[in-house]
């Protein structure tokens, strides 16, 4: 199961059917999005995969290792991340570990739904595991939150109640925390935070809605599954790439914090086993 680590993965190959030329390709009946040359349908024919395929596979080539010792190393790592967390959520841990190693990610940084009395920071969720690093979180109050203590007894204590309250607890945890889903928020202040989520894989689909017709037609013919195999086997990147656009106003808003103070950016694919469409 080389893509069971997000649903979207097998769910996007099931919607491939009629999309290709030489499988009864169709052209789109929506023009392409702001900021796009072609839909997403366009994007998987054949040869446009193919040149994409070839663009990444010239730029990864012409990469080269820096000479200046910065004292940092590189770590594979997947943030925001959903298991076993509640019925949000139907894959479990062993599953998660078990893709994150058959794809090379060494860290996984879990953002389980806060329910208290049940603790999002506990010892079966941090630390290494068969090989991968697990760091325990919460997306929770709009953001990513990332302690090194727990601060779970605020939540039953009801201790908070606005924004900056939040922060600050966050912070006396001695947390990391980044603004989520900044596609909703993208008028709020920056506050005491570490950084946003400048690119989010579940928010980014959700305006796929002709793509979701084909993959809901998909589920009628059993032999077309074929057929996505031969995409998937040759274009794996490409063909989950399809989907993604560049988030401009996202961007702008990073841009306008920056000014102010330092920032992060993290990308995240708020990977859940139900992910984007359930059937």
């Known amino acids: 199961m080389r893509y069971r680590f997000s649903l979207l993965a097998l769910t996007i190959t099931l919607s491939f059917i009629d999309i290709f030329p030489t499988y009864g390709f ?25 040149a994409v395929s070839e663009d990444r596979s ?23 991340a959903h298991a076993e967390d ?3 959520t139907g894959g479990t841990r062993a599953e998660l570990l078990a893709a994150a190693k058959s794809t090379g990610v060494q860290v996984v940084m879990l953002t389980d739904h806060v329910r208290p009395p049940r603790d999002f920071v506990n010892d079966d969720s941090r630390g290494m595991m068969d090989g991968v690093l697990f760091i325990p979180g919460a997306e929770s109050e709009g953001f990513l939150v990332f302690p090194q203590r727990s601060f779970i007894k605020a939540y039953i204590d009801k201790t908070f109640s606005t924004r900056e309250e939040y922060i600050k607890l966050a912070k006396s945890a001695d947390s990391i925390i980044f603004l989520s889903h900044v596609e909703q928020r993208l008028d709020s202040a920056p506050g005491e935070l570490d950084g946003l989520e400048i690119y989010n894989h579940h928010a980014d689909f959700s305006d796929e809605d002709e793509f979701v017709k084909w993959l809901r037609a998909s589920f009628a013919d059993p032999d077309r599954l074929k057929q996505v195999e031969r995409a998937l086997a040759e274009y794996p990147m490409e063909v989950f790439g399809a989907s993604q656009d560049y988030p401009e106003q996202v961007i702008a808003r990073w841009d306008r914090d920056l000014t102010r103070q330092r920032s992060t950016g993290v990308s995240a694919n708020d990977c859940h086993h139900n992910q984007v469409f359930t059937c």
Do not use: A, M, N
């Open 26 to 50: 169709k052209p789109s009946s929506l023009p392409p999005k702001p900021g796009r040359k072609y839909t997403t349908i366009e994007r998987l024919q054949p040869e446009r995969l193919r």
């Open 86 to 88: 509640s019925t949000h």
């Open 58 to 80: 010239r730029y990864q080539k012409s990469r080269h290792t820096v000479s200046l010792e910065t004292g940092y190393d590189d770590f594979r790592g997947v943030l925001h």
